[in-house]
């Protein structure tokens, strides 16, 4: 025997229990570190002493060395590797003892899959693998030899997979992708710490910080080149080159989940002081990998976004406990518009506290659904669900005397019709605060409080921002400010100039 194959010959084995397992391979060429070539009922435990040089044994023939190194990354800096496709096994060199002893530790208690393939793992007897120079590993005992240049896919995943931090491109982003919802799919991998939106070359771009280097790796095979939603929104994932992202503020553009009092800065919307809590309490929790696909994994997390066979190509909600002496297409369509673009309202002639909402696709429509589903509008607690009607039908001109059907495909008070539109970065559930925008500058606090307090409500705060042309106001309830959004959106100011008004998750 020669080459690898000849190296483990000639390995003491330090007590009698590696002697008596060692006999029961001989007669199997090549090497062995204690493992056995048989079935896994014949296997025998040995207990080598902690090595900075790991045995991985039942390796898929398939499996590249980058792979295989992305396992001890996480643990630490990985400095060699060994692999024999023939025995399926490799061995890994970590940089220190101490990394090694947590690998296996970790392992030990967490089973090991790859490839879907059951994975082992344990110490060597060997302490280190030596290289030679050549393309041809070196005979040493004890220490081990392994080839000595790694491929080029190697030396990117030593280089860069040891950050915890993912650069993330959004392209088609036809579909809101905020913090919360960048949150949500890539906490399927692991514990979110900190993220931050930006857009750069006019993309829409993402540093997110994993509180481990694992789950960071984990994340990127799943989710890259992944569509959010429906045909659009695809995710571009490599890795950063920092390892640590410093957040300033919490609001719409960064989240700091490790610190939940951070102050929301100037002009920006806060997260507010609950929600933040609450994430912080659950991202205390170390995040299990999810064996689910990546697809899977993406309409897990996104709960707005439609399964497959679920909703299909339907955009239509049923809406209903309605208070039916109040509402009005116009009101659901007002409503349902924070959300997505109404194109039609119908209220059933036979059941007025009963409607037909028809969004522009499926996505739009679990959105509103997941948003509006048992909030208060008009002094009744409404439900929403998904409509077996995959259109809602206008009525022959002249039988619709009452007004309950409106078509809204053509309106120019559509929030989303514009593909990137700032709109989709600022979609938020009912709540007590109001963001107002495209306010005159003649327009004093005194006019919009008067305002708000017109249409039935107690105006509790209010907060301009410093250009004027924004502001805050907060209700007393949810339910007062759902009835001002519906309302005073689209309000007229004089001028030709249109009050916008949507929930915000801030708190003044």
């Given at each position: 025997?020669?080459?690898?194959?000849?190296v483990?010959?000639?390995?003491k084995?330090?007590s009698?229990?590696?002697?008596?397992?060692?006999?029961t391979?001989?007669?199997?060429?090549?090497?062995?570190?204690?493992?056995?070539?048989?079935?896994?009922?014949?296997k025998?435990?040995?207990?080598?002493?902690?090595?900075?040089?790991?045995?991985?044994?039942?390796?898929p023939?398939?499996?590249?060395?980058?792979?295989?190194?992305?396992?001890?990354?996480?643990?630490?800096?990985?400095?060699?590797?060994?692999?024999?496709?023939?025995?399926n096994?490799?061995f890994?060199?970590?940089?220190?003892?101490?990394?090694?002893?947590t690998m296996?530790?970790?392992?030990?208690?967490?089973?090991?899959?790859?490839?879907?393939?059951?994975?082992?793992?344990?110490?060597s007897?060997?302490?280190?693998?030596?290289?030679?120079?050549?393309?041809q590993?070196?005979r040493?005992?004890?220490?081990?030899?392994?080839?000595?240049?790694l491929?080029?896919?190697?030396?990117e995943?030593?280089?860069?997979?040891?950050?915890?931090?993912?650069?993330?491109?959004?392209?088609?982003?036809?579909?809101?992708?905020?913090?919360?919802?960048?949150?949500?799919?890539?906490?399927?991998f692991?514990?979110?710490?900190?993220?931050?939106?930006?857009?750069?070359?006019?993309?829409?771009?993402?540093?997110?910080?994993?509180?481990?280097?694992?789950?960071?790796?984990?994340?990127?095979?799943?989710l890259?080149?992944?569509?959010?939603?429906?045909?659009?929104?695809?995710l571009h994932?490599?890795?950063?080159?920092?390892?640590?992202l410093?957040?300033k503020?919490?609001?719409?553009?960064?989240?700091?989940y490790?610190?939940?009092?951070l102050?929301?800065?100037?002009?920006?919307?806060?997260?507010?002081?609950?929600?933040?809590?609450?994430?912080?309490?659950?991202?205390s929790?170390?995040?299990a990998?999810?064996?689910?696909?990546?697809?899977a994994?993406?309409?897990?997390?996104?709960?707005?976004v439609?399964?497959?066979?679920?909703?299909?190509?339907?955009?239509?909600?049923?809406?209903?406990?309605?208070n039916?002496?109040?509402?009005?297409?116009?009101?659901?369509?007002?409503?349902?518009?924070?959300?997505?673009?109404?194109?039609?309202?119908?209220?059933?002639?036979?059941?007025?506290?009963s409607?037909?909402?028809q969004?522009?696709?499926?996505?739009?429509?679990?959105?509103?659904?997941s948003?509006?589903n048992?909030?208060?509008?008009y002094?009744?607690?409404?439900?929403?669900?998904?409509?077996k009607?995959?259109?809602?039908a206008?009525?022959r001109?002249?039988?619709?005397?009452?007004?309950?059907?409106?078509d809204?495909?053509?309106?120019?008070?559509?929030?989303?019709?514009?593909?990137?539109?700032?709109?989709?970065?600022?979609?938020?559930?009912?709540?007590?605060?109001?963001?107002?925008s495209?306010?005159?500058?003649?327009?004093?606090?005194?006019?919009?409080e008067?305002?708000?307090?017109?249409?039935?409500?107690?105006?509790?705060?209010?907060?301009?921002?410093?250009?004027?042309?924004?502001?805050?106001?907060?209700?007393?309830?949810?339910?007062?400010?759902?009835q001002a959004?519906?309302?005073?959106?689209?309000?007229?100011?004089?001028?030709?100039?249109?009050?916008?008004?949507?929930?915000?998750?801030s708190?003044?």
């Amino acid at each position: 025997m020669d080459g690898i194959s000849d190296v483990a010959v000639g390995v003491k084995r330090g007590s009698d229990e590696l002697s008596s397992y060692s006999k029961t391979i001989s007669g199997t060429n090549g090497m062995s570190d204690g493992a056995s070539t048989g079935s896994d009922s014949k296997k025998l435990k040995v207990d080598a002493a902690p090595s900075r040089v790991l045995h991985i044994r039942k390796v898929p023939s398939e499996v590249s060395d980058a792979e295989l190194i992305s396992l001890g990354l996480p643990f630490g800096k990985v400095t060699n590797i060994l692999t024999l496709k023939g025995k399926n096994q490799a061995f890994l060199e970590m940089g220190t003892e101490e990394a090694a002893i947590t690998m296996v530790n970790y392992y030990n208690s967490v089973p090991l899959f790859v490839r879907n393939m059951p994975v082992f793992i344990q110490y060597s007897n060997h302490k280190e693998l030596k290289t030679d120079g050549s393309n041809q590993p070196t005979r040493a005992v004890p220490a081990l030899s392994t080839v000595p240049s790694l491929g080029s896919d190697v030396q990117e995943v030593l280089a860069a997979g040891t950050s915890p931090v993912l650069r993330i491109i959004i392209d088609n982003l036809f579909y809101p992708v905020t913090l919360d919802v960048l949150q949500q799919i890539f906490s399927k991998f692991g514990t979110v710490m900190k993220i931050i939106t930006f857009t750069k070359n006019n993309q829409f771009q993402a540093l997110l910080q994993y509180s481990e280097p694992a789950h960071a790796q984990q994340a990127k095979r799943a989710l890259d080149c992944q569509n959010i939603y429906n045909s659009c929104c695809t995710l571009h994932i490599d890795f950063s080159k920092l390892v640590n992202l410093n957040v300033k503020y919490n609001n719409d553009k960064s989240r700091d989940y490790t610190r939940p009092e951070l102050p929301a800065g100037d002009g920006q919307h806060s997260l507010d002081p609950t929600v933040a809590a609450a994430l912080s309490k659950d991202n205390s929790l170390l995040g299990a990998l999810n064996p689910l696909s990546a697809a899977a994994a993406v309409a897990a997390a996104a709960g707005r976004v439609a399964h497959a066979g679920q909703a299909g190509s339907n955009g239509v909600l049923l809406v209903s406990n309605l208070n039916e002496e109040m509402v009005t297409p116009q009101s659901l369509f007002t409503l349902f518009g924070v959300y997505g673009d109404v194109q039609r309202v119908k209220i059933l002639y036979n059941k007025k506290d009963s409607a037909l909402v028809q969004m522009s696709d499926c996505n739009q429509a679990q959105l509103a659904m997941s948003h509006l589903n048992e909030q208060k509008m008009y002094g009744n607690v409404i439900r929403v669900t998904l409509s077996k009607h995959q259109t809602v039908a206008l009525p022959r001109d002249g039988l619709d005397m009452q007004g309950l059907t409106k078509d809204y495909t053509n309106s120019s008070l559509h929030r989303f019709k514009k593909p990137g539109s700032k709109n989709f970065q600022n979609i938020f559930p009912p709540s007590a605060t109001l963001h107002l925008s495209n306010i005159p500058q003649n327009v004093t606090e005194d006019d919009l409080e008067l305002l708000f307090t017109n249409t039935g409500g107690t105006v509790k705060a209010f907060k301009f921002f410093q250009d004027r042309k924004m502001a805050l106001i907060q209700m007393s309830t949810v339910e007062e400010a759902t009835q001002a959004l519906i309302d005073l959106h689209n309000y007229s100011m004089g001028g030709n100039q249109h009050l916008r008004v949507s929930f915000s998750t801030s708190t003044i």
